[in-house]
């Protein structure tokens, strides 16, 4: 049986601009309603389709917290967790 995984991932407008903290477990599909604004919602509303950062979690729990805890970082600290992960933006 294959394991689950979750994703915790941050989506931005544009370069520093507007950011998004979510958690899923398929973030392939996830980003693609997100880019194709699937989901009324912030992400929808404001424009932000970039995949910028994102982490790989073995459970659920774990990523939850993470992603309140992410939720609650300042502005400063997402810029460089998203500069430190070398994980390059995608495009809308």
């Known amino acids: 049986m294959e394991e689950k995984l979750f994703y915790v991932y941050i989506l931005a407008k544009k370069r520093n601009g507007t950011f998004y903290t979510g958690v899923t477990s398929d973030l392939p599909k996830r980003i693609w309603e997100h880019k194709n604004e699937v989901v009324d919602g912030y992400t929808k509303k404001y424009g932000v389709k970039n995949l910028v ?23 400063l600290w997402k810029m460089r ?3 430190l992960s070398g994980c390059p933006p995608s495009r809308a």
Request: aromatic share 16%.
């Open 53 to 75: 950062y994102y982490e790989i979690h073995r459970s659920a729990e774990i990523a939850f917290q993470r992603e309140k805890r992410l939720k609650k970082w300042n502005r």
């Open 81 to 83: 967790i998203i500069d």
